[in-house]
C-alpha cells in the first residue's frame, strides 16, 4: 500500500480537529509506542534531553496529560479550556512509500481559552508518520512555537 | 502618596505573628516601597558567572524593577551595572545575552563605556568644555550597583551603597549552595540552556511562600500525581519494576502528609530556610552509573556520601529565589506589579558528571515548571484564585499560623516539624525588617545618623 499526498495532509488535518474537539482517546491511538511529543523551550533548539523544553513527553505522560483533564480534582481545568487550530496547507517533505515513512511540516494558529483569558500562538509543527498495517501513525511530533522564549501563562491543551 | 511611605509603623503593623494583612499582596503602594526598600537593601540573585564565561560577555535581568546587566570585565570580574545610559536614559543592552567586547556603545549618541561601567569616550566632546560637565551625574558613566558577591559562581548584588554584608546576611543558609555546588565532582556548574519563563497574576511573595507549604502538594497536585499513581497501577508491572524516570519525579508529590511532618524545615536569620531537612521527594531518585565513582574520586568516599546524602528539598534564599540542590534548579520570582509576576526556572550541569542527570533534572524543570507542566497549572490557579479572593472586605488577614509558637525568635537557627508555616513567618519578619530598614522621614533619619 502506498499513500499519496492527500492522504498524509488529510491525517494532519483530522489530528488537529480530535485535538480541538477533545477526542483524546482516539488521538492516543494515532501514536506509535515510542513516539515522542517535543515543543522546544529555544528558538532552533537541537537537543530534546540536556536542556529544557517546554515538552518532551513519551506515551505515557501524554496518556497522563490527557486523563488528567478529566479528572474531579483538577482545578485548573474548572471550568474547561477551549481550543482550537487553524491550519495552513502541510507541506509533505519527504516521502518514502517504500519504508512506510513520511514527514510533514505544517504551519498553523492556535487559540486556547478559558473564562475571560485568550491566547494566540503561531506554530510550525513536524510530524514524522509512519505507515503501520495500513494505517497512518504518528512517529514523532514537534511544535515549535514562535515565540518560544517569551513568557506565558498556562498553556492547558495541546497546541 | 498613601499611608505606608515613610512610615515604617504602619509596615510593621501589616505582620502580626500568626497572620499577615492582605495588603502585603495586593497594594500598589506595599509594591512600590518594596521595590524602593526590601530589593534595595537586601542581596539579590542576579545570575551565574557560566552566563558570562568570556570578557565582554553580559546578560541582561532586573533587580526588582531595576533593569540591570551582569558583565564580565576586562580584568575577568563580574560586574552588575544599571541598564541605563547616563546622558538620556536609553538602555543600553536589549539582548539576553551577548558579547559587547571591550566596552558597551549606546546606540543613541554613542556615548561609550568600559564594562566596568567608566565612561569612555563622548563624540564631539568638545561641546561639553566649559560648561562643569564634571559635576554632572552623567559624566560618571554607567552606575554601578551598591556591591556584588560572586559566591561559587551565583551572582548576587545589593543595590544599596551601604547595608548589611553577603556573609551576614546569609549566614548558614550558604550550606543549601554548597552542596548544590559540591554535588560537582569539579566543584563547579554551569548553566544549561535558557529559563523557563512563566508569567503568574499573583504577588510574588505566594510563590516563595509556597516553596516551603508542604501541605498543599497532595491537595493540589492529586490531579497530576495522583493521576499518575493510579495510571502506574493501572500498568499492573511486576513487582520491582524499576519507577520510570518520570514516574520517581512526580510520585513523591502525592507523599502523606506524615512524609512532610518528618521531613522536616530549618529556618535561618534572614528570611531564609529550607524543607528537606532529613528526607525529601528527592530521596529516592535512583542512582545515575559512574556518579558516585567521580565524586568518590574527587573528595573521597566518606565525603562523597556525606555531600549526596543531603537531600533538601526547596531552599528560600529571601527574597525571591529558591534552589533545589539535589537537581541544580533555580527559580527566581521576578516581581512586575502587586499582581503579576515572572517566574524564571534555571538548570545547572554538574561539571565532570554524567549526563543522565542534567537529563533528569530537564526532565524535572519541564515537567514540573513550565508553562505547559501539569503540576505547574494547578499552583497557578491556586495563586491566582488567591490573588482575586484578597479582595474580599471584611476579612482582612492571611493566615500563617500552623505550628505557630509564642516569642519565636527568628534571629536563630532551627529545625521544626516539616509542615511548620514557621518559614513563612521568618520571611515576613525579614520583609519588615529590610522594608524598613531604611525607612522613615528623611528629617528623623538624618538626625538619628547624625546622633
Not at chain 2, 247 to 271: D, L, Q, V
Request: aromatic share 10%.
Amino acid at each position: 500500500m502506498s499513500l499519496t499526498r492527500d492522504d498524509l495532509i488529510d491525517f494532519i488535518y483530522d489530528e488537529a480537529r480530535m485535538l480541538d474537539e477533545g477526542r483524546y482517546d482516539e488521538w492516543l491511538a494515532l501514536w506509535q509506542k515510542d513516539g515522542h511529543y517535543w515543543m522546544p523551550l529555544d528558538y532552533k533548539q537541537t537537543d530534546p534531553i540536556q536542556v529544557t523544553s517546554l515538552m518532551y513527553e513519551d506515551i505515557f505522560m501524554l496518556k497522563l496529560r490527557v486523563e488528567r483533564l478529566n479528572g474531579a480534582r483538577t482545578f485548573s481545568q474548572k471550568p474547561k479550556s477551549r481550543c482550537h487550530h487553524v491550519l495552513s496547507r502541510p507541506y509533505v517533505d519527504e516521502m518514502d512509500n517504500e519504508a512506510g515513512r513520511y514527514v510533514t511540516t505544517t504551519f498553523m494558529h492556535y487559540v486556547e481559552t478559558r473564562l475571560d483569558d485568550q491566547f494566540l500562538l503561531a506554530l510550525t509543527a513536524r510530524h514524522e508518520l509512519a505507515l503501520v498495517d495500513g494505517k497512518i501513525m504518528i512517529a514523532n511530533k514537534r511544535v515549535d512555537i514562535l515565540n518560544c522564549d517569551a513568557a506565558f501563562g498556562n498553556i492547558q491543551l495541546l497546541p | 502618596m498613601g499611608c505606608y511611605t515613610d512610615n515604617p509603623d504602619a509596615i510593621a503593623a501589616l505582620v502580626r505573628g500568626r497572620e499577615v494583612h492582605r495588603d502585603v499582596y495586593i497594594d500598589p503602594e506595599i509594591y512600590r516601597l518594596e521595590m524602593k526598600h526590601l530589593f534595595a537593601n537586601s542581596w539579590v540573585f542576579v545570575g551565574h558567572d557560566s552566563q558570562t564565561p568570556n570578557k565582554g560577555d553580559y546578560f541582561t535581568t532586573q533587580i526588582g524593577d531595576q533593569p540591570v546587566i551582569q558583565v564580565r570585565h576586562s580584568d575577568g570580574e563580574i560586574h552588575v551595572l544599571y541598564n541605563r545610559c547616563p546622558h538620556k536614559g536609553t538602555k543600553i543592552a536589549i539582548d539576553r545575552t551577548g558579547n559587547t567586547g571591550k566596552f558597551f556603545r549606546c546606540p543613541y549618541h554613542a556615548w561609550s563605556f568600559k564594562t566596568d561601567g567608566c565612561l569612555l569616550a563622548i563624540p564631539l566632546k568638545k561641546g561639553y568644555e566649559n560648561t562643569g560637565f564634571e559635576q554632572a551625574e552623567g559624566s560618571k558613566g554607567m552606575r554601578a550597583v551598591g556591591a556584588v558577591k560572586n559566591y561559587r559562581g551565583f551572582i548576587f548584588a545589593r543595590l544599596a551603597e551601604e547595608g548589611i554584608s553577603f556573609e551576614d546576611y546569609f549566614g548558614g543558609s550558604l550550606s543549601s549552595l554548597d552542596n548544590m555546588v559540591d554535588r560537582s565532582p569539579a566543584g563547579r556548574l554551569e548553566v544549561a540552556g535558557p529559563p523557563l519563563r512563566y508569567m503568574h497574576k499573583c504577588n510574588w511573595k505566594m510563590l516563595v511562600e509556597n516553596q516551603t507549604d508542604t501541605c498543599h502538594p497532595m491537595v493540589a497536585h492529586e490531579s497530576s500525581a495522583g493521576t499518575a499513581v493510579k495510571l502506574w497501577e493501572e500498568l499492573d508491572m511486576p513487582e520491582g519494576t524499576p519507577l520510570p524516570p518520570a514516574m520517581e519525579i512526580i510520585a513523591p508529590f502525592m507523599s502523606a502528609y506524615e512524609f512532610f511532618e518528618k521531613m522536616g524545615i530549618r529556618t535561618w536569620p534572614n528570611g531564609h530556610g529550607h524543607t528537606g531537612v532529613h528526607h525529601s521527594i528527592h530521596s529516592n531518585y535512583s542512582a545515575i552509573p559512574g556518579y558516585f565513582e567521580a565524586m568518590s574520586e574527587a573528595y573521597g568516599e566518606e565525603r562523597a556520601k556525606a555531600i549526596l546524602g543531603e537531600n533538601r528539598h526547596n531552599t528560600v534564599y529571601f527574597p525571591n529565589i529558591m534552589i533545589k540542590g539535589p537537581i541544580q534548579q533555580l527559580r527566581v520570582f521576578i516581581p512586575l506589579a502587586a499582581d503579576k509576576t515572572l517566574v524564571e526556572s534555571y538548570i545547572y550541569r554538574l561539571v565532570d558528571a554524567p549526563d543522565e542527570l542534567t537529563a533528569r533534572t530537564a526532565m524535572y524543570n519541564r515537567m514540573i515548571n513550565a508553562p505547559t507542566s501539569i503540576v505547574g497549572h494547578d499552583d497557578l490557579e491556586m495563586y491566582e484564585r488567591a490573588q482575586e479572593g484578597l479582595a474580599c472586605d471584611g476579612l482582612e488577614w492571611v493566615n500563617v499560623q500552623r505550628l505557630y509558637e509564642e516569642d519565636e525568635d527568628f534571629d536563630t537557627e532551627t529545625v521544626e516539624n516539616g509542615t511548620t508555616e514557621r518559614q513563612m513567618r521568618n520571611q515576613f519578619h525579614a520583609w519588615v525588617k529590610f522594608m524598613t530598614a531604611d525607612m522613615g522621614p528623611k528629617e528623623t533619619r538624618s538626625k538619628e545618623a547624625a546622633e
